[in-house]
């Protein structure tokens, strides 16, 4: 057996060992240069992504055209005064969103709603609100209605600039017993007169009819001088006489019309009969349910109520504000008999908002009886509101 001396062994494995690396250090450096090459190649797709990627975010939001903004400026100078929306800045909220007030670098106060967030249905729900609301607001110019300033549609955020209105809600407003007792008689119908300007305009002054769904004492604001401001546009929806206008129920609970809970059908007399519901409250000063109710019962029964039952109008007004006198007192009537005619349970037989205007802007008729005599049933008389 013959025996191979240890030192040639050894030569004999280092051989094969350089043979071995020899192999693997190329296949290994070949692997590393494909892994590089790869990487850099994943790399350099994501960068380009991201950058097509921002300029369709950036079609999406931001865009502040209206009255000349520019709309990056805009949009940071607005997350800036509002600490990215703090809570501290919040001055009320809507069914869309939460309202901030925001001071610009400008000077000029502006309010800024936000549209609420759903982590499931912003896109089917909030964003087609938001786009509602836009289209309504561009075209609209008016004494009575909120004017929009810009807007900006965003993954991140949604929200719509709005003139900032002094006041606040009439709602708010009501509810508070001092400022109620300024808003007398005189300001409460022109508070009335400005509503159904608005709503006559945006009803009869398009080529199209703007049917805003959503009148109540929270989307009516008041300035300084106790003008009314109508706002949240956020059901609107722009009536094509073509169309059926079959849609999903909105609005404020107590200012619906009756009719939308089995036609689902919109038109311009939803509107109307909100009004009528708002008219009224503005007059008691709460909300009108037991009231509107009565005027209901009136209506179904065609026998008169007995002495006992008789309800005086200056015992249904709002008490914290002596009886109205002269003028004031004949225009109350006036325009408490309209809104009655507003309550109409068929709603084809509810005045347009046109005739509403100009009823309200006619000379009131003289009293048949002194104020604090007229009962409540006198104003279910028959109003006439032709143009």
């Known amino acids: 057996m013959a025996c191979v001396p240890s030192f040639l062994a050894n030569h004999g494995h280092g ?13 290994f450096g070949g692997l590393l240069l494909l892994f590089l090459l790869v990487g850099s190649f994943f790399t350099f797709y994501k960068k380009t992504q991201t950058k097509e990627s921002e300029p369709r975010e950036e079609q999406q939001g931001d865009i502040f055209t209206v ?17 990215d929306f703090s809570s501290d800045y919040c001055i009320g909220s809507g069914g869309y969103g939460s309202v901030y007030k925001a001071a610009l670098p400008t000077g000029q106060v502006v309010a800024v709603k936000k549209l609420y967030r759903s982590e499931d249905n912003i896109h089917i729900n909030n964003l087609k609100a938001f786009e509602s609301e836009v289209m309504a607001l561009l075209e609209i110019r008016h004494r ?27 709602r708010m407003v009501l509810s508070n017993n001092e400022q109620a007792k300024e808003l007398d008689w005189k300001k409460r119908v022109n508070v009335v007169k400005g509503l159904a300007n608005a709503l006559s305009y945006m009803h009869h002054g398009h080529s199209q009819p703007i049917v805003h769904r959503d009148i109540s004492s929270n989307n009516v604001l008041l300035d300084l001088d106790y003008e009314a401001r109508v706002s949240d546009f956020g059901t609107a929806r722009i009536l094509k006489p073509d169309s059926s206008n079959w849609t999903s129920l909105a609005g404020t609970y107590g200012y619906i019309a009756p009719e939308l809970a089995y036609t689902m059908r919109v038109d311009e007399k939803c509107d109307v009969y909100s009004f009528g519901v ?36 200056k015992d249904t007004i709002d008490q914290r504000l002596a009886p109205p006198v002269g003028q004031s007192a004949k225009d109350l009537v006036s325009t408490m008999k309209i809104a009655v005619a507003c309550l109409n349970g068929n709603p084809q037989l509810r005045p347009t908002m046109q005739q509403v205007s100009q009823a309200l802007g006619r000379q009131s008729l003289p009293l ?8 409540l049933e006198e104003v279910l008389g028959e109003v006439v509101c032709n143009g």
Request: proline share 4%.
């Open 144 to 170: 009575n209605i909120v004017q929009m300033y810009g807007f900006c549609s965003h993954p991140k955020h949604s929200f719509l600039v709005y003139e900032l209105v002094e006041r606040g809600s009439l």
């Open 15 to 27: 051989k094969r060992t350089k043979v071995i690396i020899s192999v693997m250090l190329p296949l």
């Open 67 to 83: 009255l000349g903004f520019n709309g990056r400026v805009l949009h940071d100078n607005i997350i800036e005064a509002t600490e």
């Open 368 to 375: 048949p009886s002194p104020f604090n005599s007229i009962q």
């Open 278 to 313: 708002l008219t009224v409250e503005v007059c008691m000063g709460r909300h009108a349910g037991d009231l509107i109710s009565y005027f209901s019962s009136l209506e179904s029964t065609s026998s008169l109520m007995s002495n006992d039952q008789q309800v005086l109008l």
